[in-house]
């Protein structure tokens, strides 16, 4: 598996999900990927679960902070500085939605809002470094900016995290794609949410998960009581799908062409 040893700054570094049943979400997931979630006894955790694969902590899964809010996935990106990127957040037009606090001895993290309104976290390691495997079939594989108005998105995360571009057309009538990179490497994405998304549908970033085979996970998603929101389809990387949760959250499942 691809061990990820250490917390990469400026590139997403774990993953969550706010869920309005938890529990019936550690359920779906442990079914669908085989994670074994070990659900944290401390009380200052709030019920946080994390999720492994042969021991390894994938992403976690807890309840909502707000009642009302919707189920979510959430991405963090590495940092060593949670103030000092909350500052950049500021100046680059992008809204600090819970300021930097302490997560017990984990680490210490944020939550912040781009200028197309895309919620996004930080995470600055203690005792948890972020993620103990990526890209590999159950866990994280890549993390996606769909917003209505990528462009006035683009040059915040520019200015709050360093990322350059790399901008690929994607035919006629589909808006074109954006590859974050950081020291040349894609390690994110980003596109114009398509006409065809409900107007209730807020900008978001969609977190992926690796499979190995795409049809096979996504009748499994629905078998288990998920639905489809975009069928399998290939890209010119591999092949995708887009599904939710029973309780909501949106998420997709991917494999990259090797």
């Known amino acids: 598996m691809a061990d990820t040893k250490t917390n990469v700054v400026g590139s997403p570094t774990w993953v969550d999900l706010s869920s309005k049943d938890p529990a019936a979400a ?20 709030g019920g946080y679960g994390m999720a492994r694969i042969a021991g390894k902590d994938v992403a976690g899964i807890g309840g909502l902070q707000d009642p009302n809010a919707p189920s979510a996935w959430m991405v963090y990106i590495g940092t060593d500085d949670a103030e000092a990127v909350a500052k950049k957040v500021e100046a680059a ?9 302490d997560v ?28 103990g495997v990526m ?19 683009k040059p915040f995360y520019t200015t709050v995290f360093g990322w ?39 900008s978001h970033w969609m977190i992926y998960f690796g499979v190995d085979d795409v049809d096979q996970a996504a009748q499994k998603a ?3 009581g998920g639905r489809e929101l975009a069928a399998p389809q290939d890209f010119p990387g591999g092949r995708f799908a887009i599904l939710m949760d029973p309780q909501g959250a949106a998420f997709g499942i991917l494999k990259m062409q090797r």
């Open 26 to 45: 550690r359920d779906y997931y442990g079914k669908l990927f085989g994670w074994e979630t070990e659900v944290q006894a401390d009380p200052q955790y």
């Open 104 to 131: 017990g001895d984990a680490g210490r993290m944020a939550v912040f809002q781009d200028p197309a309104g895309a919620h996004i976290a930080v995470w600055q390691p203690k005792d948890m470094a972020g993620a």
């Open 93 to 101: 037009g992008g809204k600090v939605v819970a300021p930097p606090f």
């Open 135 to 153: 890209f590999e079939p159950g866990s994280y594989a890549w993390a996606e900016l769909n917003a209505r108005g990528v462009e006035k998105a």
């Open 164 to 202: 350059g571009e790399k901008v690929s057309p994607m035919g006629e009538g589909v808006p074109p794609y954006t590859e974050f990179q950081q020291g040349g490497k894609s390690i994110a994405g980003a596109m114009e949410m398509v006409a065809m998304v409900p107007a209730e549908v807020p």
């Open 222 to 224: 629905t078998g288990l």
